[in-house]
């Protein structure tokens, strides 16, 4: 089975809705059960996908081809969406790229599985209140009303490939100094509780509000990843798939979409003509 990993930069807020309300917000964003990591089903985001291909002019009977329909099943695989960059702010710059030892061990199994890539990263392991990343010199690190000490720079290799995945070559070169790696129950409490809460209202005709509800979402510059993968290899779907991905690489996914959100910028792992991220900090 082919396969590619798509980076998915979120260039707006982005709402994958739930169909569960948990009495505080009205529309929650989806969420991993276990986890409570915010995801894209991919039930969803395969919509999205069919949708991304008829507006590049792709006829029903090759968007049947790629995605199927009630009769038969597409060529393509589409699998959920997962997180794997969360910007959160921070007190000593604009926001720091947190990221945890779980997501990036899914990564790597994900790599494995799509690309054949083993051991592509270095195992970290993050004690509770401590964080990787940065510079030595920021030994406190400020994040929303919590702090982490410094434990050390972020791995090169890990840098590299995370790098990759981001398709925005100013953003990828920032990463260095803003990724931050904390524990799996500090990135678990932020995913959370950590997410914008906008607030949305619905007007008469006479400026009243006949609506007010809250609505939570990931925020702009969360990096997601996704697999493609193509049913066999007797037909050229994915080759298809990525030359329309490198001649349109943007994708609306999600609720809001008149008001402009749910907006990505999409890259195929490895981004083309992605240039190595910069270590920092006394592993980088």
């Known amino acids: 089975m082919e396969n590619i990993v798509v980076g998915m930069f979120a260039e707006t807020f982005i709402h994958p809705g739930s169909v569960q309300n948990d009495g505080v917000i009205d529309q929650p964003v989806a969420r991993e059960r276990v986890t409570g990591y915010p995801f894209i089903a991919g039930s969803s985001l395969k919509g999205a996908w069919l949708d991304y291909t008829r507006q590049n002019g792709a006829d029903e009977n090759r968007c049947n081809q790629l995605f199927g329909n009630k009769d038969s099943a597409g060529r393509l695989l589409i699998s959920d969406a997962r997180l794997l960059l969360l910007p959160i702010r921070s007190l000593s710059r604009s926001y720091c790229w947190l990221t945890c030892p779980l997501i990036l061990e ?150 809001n979409e008149t008001i402009g959100q749910g907006w990505f910028q999409l890259g195929i792992y490895p981004i083309d003509g992605a240039t190595t991220v910069q270590g920092g900090g006394e592993n980088g």
């Open 106 to 255: 899914r990564l790597a199994r994900d790599l494995a599985r799509a690309c054949g890539e083993t051991d592509c990263m270095t195992d970290i392991q993050v004690k509770k209140g401590k964080f990787y990343g940065l510079s030595k010199s920021e030994q406190t690190l400020f994040l929303e009303e919590r702090n982490f000490q410094h434990a050390g720079g972020v791995p090169a290799d890990v840098l590299d490939v995370l790098g990759k995945l981001i398709p925005h070559e100013k953003s990828r070169q920032r990463l260095a100094d803003q990724l931050v790696v904390v524990s799996d129950g500090a990135f678990q409490w932020f995913a959370e509780n950590g997410l914008s809460i906008l607030a949305r209202n619905s007007l008469d005709k006479d400026k009243q509000s006949k609506n007010l509800w809250y609505e939570e979402t990931l925020p702009p510059d969360s990096l997601m990843t996704s697999i493609v993968a193509q049913r066999d290899s007797d037909n050229d779907s994915l080759k298809i798939f990525q030359q329309m991905l490198r001649e349109r690489n943007y994708l609306q996914v999600g609720g």
